[in-house]
């Protein structure tokens, strides 16, 4: 079976995307260009893979199995590759990363300066949203993700863990005061999370009161890291996550408040890879350099 490996890199392309037009504009192609490989990799393997009909495209049995074999074929030859480059000038390559904008703002934007200059070789494709990606489909190398996922085709790695802390900013607290106990927030403008209901329940201190506080909020957004612009604007109060909240309080652009009657346990931070991808070198060194990035930024 003679076979090229980019059309097989294509092929699977076509298959998390769905259709052929898809890949052809991921590649900046004509659909013909598309349409000639997958004929080249059914000739060679002397199957049909794939079955086109007016409703899209769809995987026959022998498609699924090729696919199968084709993205360990593809991951071995990137390994290998990246191997071999790796002895001699260090990682390199392009590497795609997927985060909340609140983990791509507050982890990968700060640490990419010491990892470029670790790495020069290597270049970060950083999609910043807090929907969580299909890695394979969406062609991800990396996820920064918080909580354990639950997958078993992905490999993850804790690189670090945060905790929350509850804040105001300076003008909103001179416009509406400093609440002294959990009780008086109910006369305050809190800051919810519209599609998170877990990030309104606010766990407390006190052993011998409620557990939680559960908060509708004044104001709800679906984003993360506009919680913290619209807390810098003094719009209200939100619970921000530490790696936000720390440096802009270190700054006094943030007061933390109630803080010996609010709990915050430790929740980790991953880097999830796929089961194929994670022995790659440049995913590697990516990963390693995050893990200590936050382990000295912890320690400061």
Known sequence: MQLQLDDVALFARIAELGTLSAAARERDVPVSQVTRSLARLEAACGVRLLHRTTHGLSLTDEGDTFLAYGRRLLDTTAELDSELTGKISGPSGWVR????PLMADCLIAPSMPGLYLRHPQLHLDISADDRIADMARDGFDIAIRSGSPNSDTVVARQIGSYGRTLCASPDYLRAHGTPTHPRELGAHRLLANSVSPSLNRWALADPEGPT???ISGHTRTDNTALVVSLVLHGVGIARIHDLAALPLIRQGRLVPLLQEHLSSPPVPIYAVILQERHRLPKIRACIDYWAE???????T
């Open 212 to 214: 939680e506080l559960q």
């Open 293 to 299: 990035w936050m382990a000295l930024g912890q320690t």
């Open 97 to 100: 990363v997927t985060a909340s």
